[in-house]
């Protein structure tokens, strides 16, 4: 539900991160407001981009009000954004948590499999749409390519069921992404309209596509190894894709997302960047550094010490299961995503290990310790 893109305190200099907060509490505030706390389950980091986009092509900081004291602040108060920015990742955050409940529902995973527990869930997955497609129409936005992504897929998904992998009656790859990278597309491309900035729409359209199939292939790697224990349908496992080949997609689609960014009119890039650019790519190292394993096992072609490893040569910490993993699941979803159980932080371990950038708060030290191909992590963040 939270999305690829999680950056934490130690990537992103102190005023990168203060942005990164406003979004995210705007957005979990401005779902509480207009459709109750409940709705505040729905809080996506990959659907708080077009907020941060927003922003990031207007020539002045979006709006901020003062919220009261939050336990996940330390209870302390904070300036948070309030804007259409945040209203439009609001729209998406709901059509997109409505598709994911309805795949899982089409699908019968796990508990969605008993009668009673789907029909509660495809009933709250129709609030959250006609909630998401109400306010999408209050901004302007034509949510039909979001609405519509899920029965793609669905449809995508099950007509080739007899069909072999590769066959021509399967289709391929690509053509599974689709309606990940229309959606993501579409939404994106919204934000010229609110920022004012119309010939961006076009670049903004490669990168929600850019976006979007990496977001898809990098949730297929990620979920590999369990959907092929379970039988659940995988997109890799379907098309007979393998690792390399779904790297090779992977590199593809984040060299073209890097490349939109780069044609974008931004008077206020460096969050955009940041997130858009280097937290996709740790996110794709993340994926495939673990696909594939199981138990104390280690990541395919990474012994203890090599580059892709897991820190300190310690195996990834595995999901129990059972009554922990859902209790650690309701807390992960009740912080917003800032608290994560041990098997999912060590996701994230290995860059904050090797790049501990705690004790930088400004860009001149932060930039010293994020090194890449990508560039400073605080450039143009306008930190003194």
Wanted: aromatic share 4%.
């Amino acid at each position: 539900m939270f999305g690829i893109v999680r950056p934490c305190r130690h990537v992103l200099c102190k005023g990168l991160y203060a942005d990164w907060m406003g979004h995210l509490c705007g957005l979990c505030l401005a779902l509480r407001d207009e459709h109750g706390h409940l709705s505040r389950l729905v809080t996506n980091y990959d659907g708080l981009l077009v907020s941060v986009l927003t922003e990031a092509q207007s020539p002045t900081s979006a709006s901020r009000r003062r919220a009261g004291p939050c336990a996940l602040r330390g209870f302390k108060g904070a300036d948070v954004v309030e804007s259409e920015g945040v209203r439009l990742a609001a729209s998406v955050s709901l059509l997109l948590a409505a598709g994911k409940v309805s795949d899982h529902v089409a699908d019968g995973d796990g508990v969605y499999a008993r009668r009673p527990v789907a029909a509660g869930a495809t009933r709250l997955a129709g609030r959250w749409s006609s909630a998401g497609a109400a306010m999408a129409g209050t901004l302007g936005f034509d949510p039909t390519p979001l609405t519509a992504a899920a029965d793609r897929q669905t449809l995508l998904e099950r007509a080739p069921a007899q069909a072999p992998p590769g066959s021509s009656a399967a289709p391929g790859l690509r053509e599974l992404t689709g309606p990940t990278e229309d959606a993501v597309a579409a939404a994106f491309a919204h934000t010229a309209v609110l920022a004012g900035k119309p010939h961006n729409r076009e670049a903004l359209e490669a990168a929600g596509r850019g976006f979007g199939k990496l977001a898809h292939l990098i949730d297929a790697v990620e979920d590999l190894a369990d959907d092929r224990e379970s039988g659940a349908y995988n997109p890799l496992a379907a098309t007979g894709t393998g690792l390399d080949e779904a790297r090779r997609h992977c590199d593809v689609a984040h060299a073209e997302l890097r490349a939109a960014v780069d044609e974008l009119d931004m008077p206020r890039p460096g969050l955009t960047r940041a997130l858009l650019v280097r937290e996709t790519g740790s996110a794709l190292s993340r994926a495939f550094a673990t696909a594939g394993t199981h138990g104390t096992g280690h990541p395919p072609g990474h012994a203890p010490g090599d580059p892709g490893a897991p820190p300190g040569g310690r195996p990834p910490k595995q999901d129990p299961g059972g009554l922990l993993s859902l209790a650690c699941a309701a807390l992960t979803c009740c912080t917003c995503g800032l608290y994560r159980p041990a098997w999912d932080e060590d996701r994230e371990g290995s860059f904050c290990e090797r790049f501990d950038c705690s004790g930088y708060d400004c860009c001149g030290n932060c930039c010293s310790c994020c090194p890449g191909e990508d560039g400073c992590c605080c450039d143009g963040c306008g930190c003194d």
